[in-house]
Structures are given as structure tokens and as C-alpha cells.
């Protein structure tokens, strides 16, 4: 009999343990986050038992920018508040089972942090904020539907609404440049008109996204791609250089990003009037560290104007 009770015994545990999930968790500061030791189907089980979403944040120990946000808002004892409006999973991807995580949602830079409903589907992604109120803004704007997947249904029904096109825009992931920049090509499609609000905004985010999606090809194809955003380029130059930039491009009036592309349509000497114009403007002793990847440019339209002597200053500054 007391074998019978045993066997008895250690079916019923092992069936509360195919009920229940493992809730494996790991403490950052003073706040308990489930972590990638645990299956994600356990994940939703809980988050749907709760009745919240699930805010999954991935990182890599080598990653600095990680460990930034480790230390300086996950390590707060503020951020506790976060476990009342979503559930926290911390996947760490030097982990064998953290690399499947990543690999299952396809994660291309660190940090990425991406908001699941209870039922699992993707509600929206970004590369991390960085205060905890700003943390808590967007989950509550998440779970108000403000977010790319619910913003992409309704899209569903209104294919043409401008509104919800740049809302979309600004909802996609980083990663997704190159819908961005379908998005914003059919904004400037509907309504060409440049003095409308949501027309400039448009020229300005598309010549801030073109440089970037032409990293991810090869030299030899950048040129071709590149001439692409030609039209779209001259229009903004013409509309709103140098001082009616409103959006994207006004910090530093959209001089790296029309050095860039020109640069990349092999139109340099035009990228290098773009560059000198700039270096006018100046101080006398200019930090040049905000905008390094600008002289960078500078110094490849020099070179392949063959003006090496001066591309040579340019690098020893």
C-alpha cells in the first residue's frame, strides 16, 4: 500500500508540473524576471493567467549598451512598478537556450526588447528607453493600442489613411528599414504637395533611413539603389535646406544624410559642395565627435575627387 501511495504521489506532482510552468526567474535589482530557461509557451500561460503582456528584453553580455541598461534602469528599485503592468523575461543570448529565443524571433542587434500579448503575438519592438517612466509609457501605450500590430490592422481596412501609414512608419522596428521606406514613398505618393505636415515629414524620414538601408548592400549595388532616391532628395533640397527642416533632419540639417547619399550615387563632387558648405558654418574649434560619420563621408568624396592632400588633414583632425 505504501508503494501504491508513493507511485500514486509522484504521478500527481509530476502532473502539477505539466500544469504549471517552471518559473525558472532570476532577480536584477529588486525586480524577479523569468528568464529563457523557461519554454515561452510556459511564458504566455502565466501572462494569460495574469492577464498581461509579456516585455522581453534580449541581450548579450559582450553588449554594452545592454549592461547600460542592466545597470543604470533594470537595477532600480523604481522599476519594480513595471511588474504591474507586464511580465518580464530576460533572455540572454550567450546562453545555448537564449540563442534559440533569438533565432526564433529573428533578434539583428542588442539590445531589442519586443512586447507579446498573452496570446503571442508580436505587438511591438524597440532597442530600449531610457528611464523607467518611459518604460512604463510605452507598455501602457502598447496595451492601448497604440502599437504595430494592432496599427497594421487597421491599415488592413484603411490602406490609403496617411495617419495611420506614419504611425505604422514609426511603430516598425529599426531593423525594418526597408518597409519603412516603402511607407514613406506611398505618403509622398498620395499627397506630393511639400507644404503638407505629413509630406515633409516623410522627405525628411526617408532621406534619414536611405543611408542606412544602403549599408546592408554591397558597394556595387548602393550606386543603382541610391539613384532610386534621387528625385525625393532634390525635392527636399529644394523645399526645405537649410533652415525648414522640422522633423528628423533639423538637429544638423540633414548634412550627413545628403553627404551620404550623394556620396553613394557617386555624384561627389556634389557631396563634397554639401560637405564644404557645412565646414563654413563651423566654430573655430568644432567638436567634430557628434558627427564623425559626416567627415567620414567627406573624406571618401576626397578621395575620389583625388583630393588626397586634404582628405589627409581631414583624417589627422
Given amino acids: 500500500m505504501k508503494l501504491r501511495a508513493i507511485i500514486l504521489l509522484t504521478v500527481f506532482l509530476l502532473g502539477i508540473g505539466q500544469l504549471f510552468p517552471r518559473e525558472k526567474q532570476e532577480k536584477i535589482g529588486e525586480t524577479l524576471w523569468y528568464t529563457e530557461q523557461n519554454k515561452f509557451n510556459e511564458i504566455l500561460e502565466l501572462a494569460k493567467k495574469e492577464n498581461k503582456p509579456v516585455m522581453a528584453v534580449f541581450s548579450a553580455t559582450w553588449c554594452k549598451p545592454c549592461q547600460k541598461l542592466k545597470k ?40 531589442t526588447i519586443m512586447i507579446f500579448s498573452p496570446e503571442g503575438n508580436l505587438l511591438d519592438t524597440n ?12 507598455v501602457k501605450d502598447v496595451k492601448g493600442g497604440n502599437n504595430a500590430f494592432d496599427i497594421a490592422r487597421q491599415l488592413e481596412k484603411e490602406p490609403n489613411n496617411r495617419e495611420l501609414i506614419m504611425k505604422m512608419t514609426k511603430r516598425l522596428a529599426p531593423y525594418r528599414i526597408k518597409e519603412k521606406l516603402e511607407f514613406l514613398e506611398k505618403l509622398i505618393e498620395l499627397k ?71 556620396n553613394n550615387m557617386g555624384q561627389y563632387k556634389v557631396a563634397y559642395k554639401f560637405f564644404t558648405a557645412h565646414i563654413k558654418k563651423l566654430p573655430e574649434k568644432p567638436n567634430y565627435l557628434p558627427n564623425l560619420h559626416l567627415y567620414s563621408d567627406g573624406v571618401n568624396a576626397l578621395l575620389h575627387l583625388k583630393k588626397e592632400k586634404e582628405a589627409v588633414e581631414w583624417l589627422e583632425k
Avoid at 529644394?238 to 551620404?260: C, W
Fill in 127 to 138: 532597442n530600449g528607453k531610457p528611464t523607467t517612466e518611459e518604460f512604463l509609457a510605452w
Fill in 192 to 262: 506630393p504637395d511639400p507644404q503638407d505636415s505629413i509630406t515633409h515629414e516623410a522627405y525628411e524620414m526617408l532621406i534619414a533611413y536611405a543611408p542606412f538601408y544602403l549599408m546592408n548592400h554591397a558597394p556595387d549595388q548602393r550606386k543603382e539603389i541610391a539613384q532610386t532616391y534621387e528625385k525625393h532628395l532634390k525635392t527636399l533640397i529644394k523645399e526645405y535646406y537649410p533652415d525648414k527642416f522640422r522633423y528628423m533632419l533639423k538637429p544638423d540639417s540633414g548634412i550627413p544624410h545628403i553627404v551620404a547619399l550623394y
Fill in 72 to 111: 543604470e534602469v533594470f537595477s532600480t528599485g523604481e522599476f519594480a512598478k513595471m511588474t504591474d503592468e507586464t511580465l518580464l523575461l530576460y533572455i540572454e543570448q550567450t546562453d545555448p537556450k537564449g540563442t534559440e529565443y533569438c533565432k526564433q524571433n529573428k533578434i539583428r542587434a542588442f539590445p
